[in-house]
């Protein structure tokens, strides 16, 4: 059974930080890329944090570059975010996914809420 599931969510005031990790089992974590999307009230889910396979290739969406950190640990099968700077814009709700070229997979997890707010 899939399963992707999302921690570390929560209220933080603006300029703090939170760290977002993602247990993932029932299926070949190596071969999967991995990645954070979020979707705020009202607008569409939007791509946040990529990694590759074995971590040599990220990529993050100009709204976070150089606050958000993303990595993954091969050997626990997790990926987290680290989260630095936040902002109220930053608050959504978060969502773990899996993605495979070869055959083609999606996963997803069921999202944890992050707000920032004073």
């Known amino acids: 059974q899939v399963q992707l599931v999302e921690s570390g969510g929560g209220l933080v005031q603006p300029g703090g930080s939170l760290r977002l990790s993602c247990a993932a089992s029932g299926f070949g974590f190596t071969s999967y890329r991995m990645s954070w999307y979020r979707q705020a009230p009202g607008k569409e889910r939007e791509l946040v944090a990529t990694?590759?396979?074995?971590?040599?290739?990220?990529t993050y969406s100009d709204s976070v570059k150089g606050r958000f950190t993303i990595s993954r640990n091969n050997v626990e099968n997790t990926v987290s975010l680290q989260m630095n700077s936040l902002k109220s814009e930053d608050t959504a709700v978060y969502y773990c996914?899996?993605?495979?070229?070869?055959?083609?997979?999606?996963?997803w997890g069921q999202g944890t809420q992050v707000t920032v707010s004073s």
């Open positions: 996914n899996a993605q495979s070229v070869a055959p083609k997979r999606v996963y």
């Open positions: 990694i590759s396979y074995i971590g040599g290739t990220i």
